[in-house]
T-cell receptor
Framework: EDQVTQSPEALRLQEGESSSLNCSYT??????LFWYRQDPGKGPEFLFT???AGEEKEKERLKATLTKKESFLHITAPKPEDSATYLC??????????????FGTGTRLQVFP | NAGVTQTPKFQVLKTGQSMTLQCAQD?????MSWYRQDPGMGLRLIHY???????DQGEVPNGYNVSRSTTEDFPLRLLSAAPSQTSVYFC????????????FGEGSWLTVV
């Protein structure tokens, strides 16, 4: 069964204190792993796609990496505006079916000045 | 750009009542879907559509109905509301089935009492 587990559930950081969020996954035939940002009262917003182990993507203070079993979202020198819930999702290759997204429960990040 | 528009934003229903959550997108996307988001659980797919006139069930379809008469609109109907349907509902649209082209609405908060 396809499964996504994110840790920690919540993370409090001081402004400038770098850290990493983890997304562990179990899927037969990974089509893609996706990171989203969700602000309170809003829908998720796409950040990154990773397709194969060893791949890395960067955007401002965020960097996503992928191995065969997990992905990390590294946050370098975070600012208060980085506070949000970060969601991870995987998509598997499925024959003759729409490739559904399987979401994790998210990591709620709070960055304090 | 409006993107994905959901109405209403907030709704309180009594058990047994029916209602429709509206969703419209102006990006000419073929793929549309409905998710629900509950505390401690990832986003779960309720129903999806790969084009006008075509709908299919997702992970948690019971108690919900959908139709897709136009490319732009994808309403979600609650047939007989139950307290277990208290949740935040997100409509999404995408250019294709990939998770990196998906746009979410801002959500509809539904409480069933």
């Amino acid at each position: 069964e396809d499964q996504v587990t994110q840790s920690p559930e919540a993370l409090r950081l001081q402004e400038g204190e770098s850290s990493s969020l983890n997304c562990s996954y179990t899927v037969s035939g990974l089509r893609g792993l996706f990171w989203y940002r969700q602000d309170p009262g809003k829908g998720p917003e796409f950040l990154f796609t990773l397709y194969s182990a060893g791949e890395e993507k960067e955007k401002e203070r965020l960097k996503a990496t992928l191995t065969k079993k997990e992905s990390f979202l590294h946050i370098t020198a975070p600012k208060p505006e980085d506070s949000a819930t970060y969601l991870c999702a995987v998509q598997a290759h499925r024959r003759g079916n729409t490739d559904k997204l399987i979401f994790g429960t998210g990591t709620r990040l709070q960055v304090f000045p | 750009n409006a993107g994905v528009t959901q109405t209403p934003k907030f709704q309180v229903l009594k058990t047994g009542q029916s209602m429709t959550l509206q969703c419209a997108q102006d990006m000419n996307h073929e793929y549309m879907s409905w998710y629900r988001q509950d505390p401690g659980m990832g986003l779960r797919l309720i129903h999806y559509s790969v084009g006008a006139g075509i709908t299919d069930q997702g992970e948690v379809p019971n108690g919900y109905n959908v139709s897709r008469s136009t490319t732009e609109d994808f309403p979600l109907r609650l047939l007989s509301a139950a307290p277990s349907q208290t949740s935040v509902y997100f409509c999404a649209s995408s250019y294709d089935s990939s998770g990196n082209t998906i746009y979410f609405g801002e959500g509809s908060w539904l409480t069933v009492v």
